[in-house]
């Protein structure tokens, strides 16, 4: 949920009309009094907060909350004065948006402050008959053995192993591996070529990587 404040009523439609239609569920808030007991009440996933407002504004509101809140801020301001810049930086608002402003900019910076606040989950290790990958890492084993593999070997292998027990067509795996998005008989070959010194490198699990014939290639899973 996205809290928006701002005193214009006007302009929290606009926004809220704005990130709705992108999906995102919204609550309002007229001023800095009531924005701090629906993030104390609601626990938003991110605050677009006006600045100069009457009674409580947007920087008593930073104040408030302290530089180590959770929250991530987005500030909004109808001056574009360098203090009031630094000082919202400073009190640990996340970005700062002048008025008039796009909603569509707004939506963007939205998106771009969500996508770091939310770290992305480490990639899982992926196991199937004694092999391992583990892609934080960069690493195969095979029987606790590190096996030396090339940037396309490892990427062919983690498509496969994502995908163990289904088959993975030759144009799937250039798309995915080579970011082709079109396959020609030359292109397919290359995958049948990495395919033949991946199964060497793998020895005897190479026969874990089984051809199907006129579609592509599937790793056996466990």
């Given at each position: 949920m996205i809290l928006v404040v701002d005193d214009d009523v006007d302009l929290r439609s606009i926004v809220r009309e704005a990130l709705e239609r992108e999906g995102f569920t919204v609550d309002e808030a007229g001023d800095g009094g009531l924005a701090l007991a629906k993030i104390e009440a609601l626990a938003p996933e991110l605050v677009v907060l006006d600045l100069h407002m009457p009674a409580l504004g947007g920087l008593?509101?930073?104040r408030a909350l302290g530089t180590?809140?959770?929250?991530?801020?987005i500030v909004l301001s109808g001056l574009d004065h360098e203090a009031d810049r630094v000082i919202g930086?400073?009190?640990?608002?996340?970005?700062?948006?002048?008025?008039p402003f796009s909603p569509k900019e707004l939506v963007a910076r939205v998106r771009a402050v969500l996508r770091r606040a939310r770290p992305e989950p480490a990639p899982r290790v992926l196991s199937q008959n004694a092999v391992t990958l583990d892609p934080a890492r960069h690493l195969v084993t095979l029987h606790g053995r590190r096996l030396e593999l090339t940037p396309k070997e490892f990427d062919l292998l983690q498509a496969l192993l994502e995908a163990a027990g289904r088959v993975?067509?030759?144009?799937?795996?250039?798309?995915?591996?080579?970011?082709?998005?079109?396959a020609d008989e030359i292109e397919s070959r290359t995958v049948?070529?990495?395919?033949?010194?991946?199964?060497?490198?793998?020895?005897?699990?190479?026969?874990?990587?089984?051809?199907?014939?006129?579609?592509g290639y599937r790793f056996e899973a466990d």
């Amino acid at each position: 949920m996205i809290l928006v404040v701002d005193d214009d009523v006007d302009l929290r439609s606009i926004v809220r009309e704005a990130l709705e239609r992108e999906g995102f569920t919204v609550d309002e808030a007229g001023d800095g009094g009531l924005a701090l007991a629906k993030i104390e009440a609601l626990a938003p996933e991110l605050v677009v907060l006006d600045l100069h407002m009457p009674a409580l504004g947007g920087l008593d509101v930073l104040r408030a909350l302290g530089t180590d809140h959770p929250t991530p801020v987005i500030v909004l301001s109808g001056l574009d004065h360098e203090a009031d810049r630094v000082i919202g930086l400073e009190l640990g608002a996340d970005d700062y948006v002048v008025k008039p402003f796009s909603p569509k900019e707004l939506v963007a910076r939205v998106r771009a402050v969500l996508r770091r606040a939310r770290p992305e989950p480490a990639p899982r290790v992926l196991s199937q008959n004694a092999v391992t990958l583990d892609p934080a890492r960069h690493l195969v084993t095979l029987h606790g053995r590190r096996l030396e593999l090339t940037p396309k070997e490892f990427d062919l292998l983690q498509a496969l192993l994502e995908a163990a027990g289904r088959v993975l067509s030759r144009e799937h795996l250039l798309s995915r591996v080579w970011g082709y998005a079109r396959a020609d008989e030359i292109e397919s070959r290359t995958v049948d070529v990495h395919v033949r010194r991946l199964r060497a490198k793998l020895g005897d699990a190479g026969t874990l990587i089984t051809t199907v014939k006129s579609v592509g290639y599937r790793f056996e899973a466990d």
